[in-house]
Structures are given as structure tokens and as C-alpha cells.
């Protein structure tokens, strides 16, 4: 049968099967085939389901993740026990492993909910996380945003660029509530003191450093 | 302020944002940004979350993707009531808009359950088909729930790699397993006369496939679904 010959799988699927988008996996399963995947591919575990992310990263998502970088390093660098993490895949739960645009977490022996296990991932909840979104509509104000929640991360900093717009959300009875600004655009985390974040600067491109350093002698005090 | 510049966002924003991968959007929207996208891409909305393709197509995706649409069309030649499409863009609800691999329907015009919106389908078709790499797809989960709840009569999923054929048909709302007969033959309550032989599918047996499906086509079932749906049409006309 001749067309049967071409159709035929003549090739043994692989023996860790690809990601595709939009699987449904429990974390352990993902993780093992996110190994095995080629090494530009970026995929997050959310709720269950699997995103992959194939789009070019744009220069103002660059941008802002690099300022970010900076604005949370520095408070690192100025914290004891407290570390930054750029890009570096979380596990949270049996369906959720995302790789947030950036967190911080205190260290286990200083009172941190997450651990680094012995393959280096970061299994537990980081105290912050940091996404910078193309849009409200993306993800990251939805379903990572419930994961997130469920999760327990203390504070979650989503960062909207072409709204010009930070919604930061602090978990309070396991429910994420927003946190405002003051009148001068000036945002300070409730779990890390100290961690004050300029929005106004931020989108007008003005120095982050002079709040961080506000907060920083605020709490230094 | 030499740093102030560097992150300013230079350029504006498109005047229709691009799809995303899991945005949340409604139907229209979704519509409206996925006629902005480049030509190459496909995008689906389920369940209110898009979903965007962009892996290139395996040959044991397209292999069946083709049988099952000659087995589609051979059926349909029968009656010009039925109509098949290949990847048309299906707007099911406020949150649901895709491209099945392949769709079988009854005709606007005898009565069947969708209708033409421009370009597109709009409305459940009465058999869907997908073509999934395994049973962990979407294919078998949110898309699944969407027609299901959509009310898309009969949903028929292949999957590659477990080599399986899964056909649900729609009982009270939720989709059952159809059963194949004692012969393992599969035969759609919808269309009847659609039979399938799922190991000839599997194994891409076109020949064995229209076969079964003469068989069917020949069978006293299809041949008083055809008169009967023929005099309810002319008393219609009349």
C-alpha cells in the first residue's frame, strides 16, 4: 500500500517528547522535557498548561528588564541575606514553573520560602517577583498572576511599559491586593524594606538610584 | 539625564497590538489583532487565551491531515448539503476562535448548525477534527472543553503519538467516547453512513479507509438519512 508507506511514522517519536505549546503537565514532567528541549527554547509551566515563548525579545522590554536588573541588584548588594535572580526558572508547584523576568528572595536560613536544589533550580516562593509586560492583557496579569498568588509570593511588581504603568500587588490573606504610590510616583515594598521603586523616573527615564538610596537610609536608620 | 533617554520608549506603540502568547482577550480583539499579524502566523483563542503557533508542520501531522480530508470529501460529495473546509478560521463564542485541522457541516442553507460571517464559519460545525501530537495537547483539554460547550456535535481527535483515535459525540451537553462496533469500525451518530476504520487511519491506509466508508456510504442508514434530509429540504423550499 503505497500511500500507507508515507504516512507512516518512520521515525520513533523521541524518548522525551517534545513541549508544544499548550500541553497539559505536571511540573516534573515539564521540567524533564524542558531539558531536552533545544537550547533556545523558553517555555513556562503555568496553572498546568505549557507557553512557549517564541517571540524576539524588543528593545523596550530589554530595556526596563535591564534597569529593573539594576535597581533590584543594587538592593541586594546594600541587604544582607538577600539575592537576586535574573531570568532563572522557579518551581512552585506539581503545575506551575515559570521563569519571571526577575525575583528576589531572602536566604532559607533568614527566614526565605525558597530553596536552590541540588540539580541548582530554585524550588519554594521568592519573596518578590519582578514581569515586565507588553500589555494587561498578557499573562502575567492573568493566569501567572493566580499562580503567582497561589503560590504565596509575597509581592508581585508587573511592569507595563506601554501603559506606563507599575501594578505592584502584596498578598494579604493569601489574596493580592494592589499597593499605590505615594503622590510622588515613589512605591516601597512592604517585605523588603527599603525597596522603594521611582515609577515616575522609571517611564520618564529619570535615576531609580535616588529613591533606592531614600529608602535604603529610610530603613537603614 | 543620560540614563533618562536610554529607557524611554522611543517608538509607540502599534496602533493594533500584536498577539501574545496567553494574553486574555476576547473574540473581537483577538479577531482584530490576528488580522495584523504577519501572513506566517497562526494564532488560536481558547477559552479566552491565545494560543500561538508557530512550530513548522511534521509530516506525521499532514500525512493524516490529508487522508482525513479525502475521507471527509468523499464523504460529502454525496449530498451538496455537506460541506468540508481544511484549517478555516471557526468563531465558536465571545472567547473562542480556531482553525481546525478539518470541520464537516450541514450547509447554512439545509439547516445546519453554523453560519457564514464574511470570510469565516461562525457556530459550532456539527464534526470537528484535530490532529495532536499526544494526549497531554491542548487538543484534549481546553479545546476539548470549548467544543464541547460550544455544542459542536462530534469531535474526532488523532493522536500521533499514542496512535489512537479518540471521537467524541456530544450526550446532554458533555462528549462520550463513541464505540466502535464489534467489527472496530466507528460510526458517526451525526452523519450516518461516516464510517471509519481507525487502524487503516492510523496506519494511513487510504485505500482500506474509503473503503469502510463505501461501506458505510451503501448502508440503509445513510441512504434514508439522505432521503429523509432531501424531502424535509424540498417541503422547505416548497
Not at chain 2, 475521507?71 to 449530498?79: P, S, V
Request: glycine share 8%; proline share 6%.
Amino acid at each position: 500500500m503505497a500511500v500507507a508507506r508515507s504516512i507512516e511514522t518512520q521515525r520513533e517519536p523521541p524518548e522525551v517528547p517534545r513541549l508544544e505549546n499548550g500541553d497539559r503537565l505536571d511540573q516534573p514532567t515539564f521540567h524533564e522535557r524542558y531539558l531536552a528541549m533545544p537550547a533556545n527554547a523558553r517555555a513556562e509551566l503555568i496553572g498546568g498548561i505549557v507557553y512557549l515563548m517564541t517571540s524576539p525579545v524588543s528593545r523596550t522590554h530589554g530595556r526596563f528588564h535591564a534597569t529593573l536588573d539594576w535597581w533590584l541588584s543594587e538592593y541586594a548588594r546594600s541587604t544582607p541575606a538577600v539575592e537576586g535572580l535574573d531570568n532563572t526558572t522557579v518551581i512552585l508547584g506539581v503545575f506551575t514553573e515559570p521563569q519571571p523576568d526577575l525575583a528576589l528572595r531572602h536566604l532559607p536560613d533568614h527566614g526565605g520560602g525558597s530553596e536552590v536544589r541540588e540539580d541548582d533550580y530554585v524550588e519554594g516562593s521568592p519573596e518578590l517577583v519582578v514581569e515586565v509586560s507588553t500589555s494587561s492583557a498578557a499573562y502575567d496579569l492573568n493566569q501567572k498572576k493566580a499562580d503567582y498568588e497561589q503560590a504565596a509570593v509575597q509581592e508581585y511588581i508587573v511592569v507595563l511599559p506601554h501603559e506606563r504603568e507599575v501594578r505592584w500587588f502584596s498578598l494579604v490573606n493569601g489574596q493580592y491586593q494592589p499597593i499605590n504610590s505615594g503622590d510622588d510616583g515613589v512605591f516601597k515594598s512592604e517585605v523588603f524594606p527599603g525597596l522603594w521603586l521611582d515609577s515616575q523616573a522609571l517611564f520618564e527615564g529619570g535615576d531609580l538610584r535616588e529613591a533606592l538610596k531614600d529608602g535604603l537610609a529610610t530603613e537603614n536608620q | 539625564m543620560a540614563v533618562a533617554r536610554s529607557i524611554e520608549t522611543q517608538r509607540e506603540p502599534p496602533e493594533v497590538p500584536c498577539l501574545e502568547n496567553g494574553d486574555r482577550l476576547d473574540q473581537p480583539t483577538f479577531h482584530e489583532r490576528y488580522l495584523v499579524m504577519p501572513g506566517d502566523v497562526r494564532a488560536e483563542l481558547i477559552e479566552g487565551t491565545v494560543y500561538v503557533m508557530s512550530s513548522p508542520v511534521t509530516r506525521d501531522h499532514a500525512g493524516p491531515h490529508a487522508l482525513i480530508v479525502r475521507w471527509l470529501d468523499t464523504f460529502a460529495d454525496e449530498w451538496d448539503a455537506l460541506e468540508t473546509f481544511d484549517n478555516v478560521t471557526v468563531i465558536l463564542s465571545r472567547n473562542g476562535e480556531v482553525q481546525p485541522d478539518a470541520i464537516l457541516r450541514i450547509k447554512p442553507s439545509h439547516g445546519g448548525n453554523t453560519v457564514d460571517r464574511g470570510e469565516y464559519v461562525e457556530g459550532a460545525p456539527e464534526l470537528v477534527i484535530e490532529i495532536a501530537r499526544s494526549s497531554v495537547a491542548y487538543d484534549l483539554h481546553q479545546k476539548k472543553r470549548l467544543y464541547e460547550r460550544a455544542g459542536a456535535s462530534e469531535y474526532l481527535v488523532l493522536l500521533v503519538t499514542e496512535q489512537e483515535i479518540r471521537w467524541f459525540v456530544l450526550e446532554k451537553g458533555h462528549y462520550q467516547m463513541l464505540k466502535p462496533g464489534p467489527d472496530g469500525i466507528l460510526r458517526s451518530r451525526q452523519f450516518p453512513g461516516l464510517w471509519l476504520d481507525p487502524r487503516a487511519m492510523i496506519e494511513g491506509a487510504g485505500r482500506r479507509v474509503l473503503e469502510v466508508l463505501r461501506e458505510g456510504i451503501a448502508s440503509p442508514e445513510h441512504q434514508a438519512w439522505i432521503a429523509a434530509r432531501k424531502e424535509n429540504g424540498s417541503r422547505q423550499v416548497d
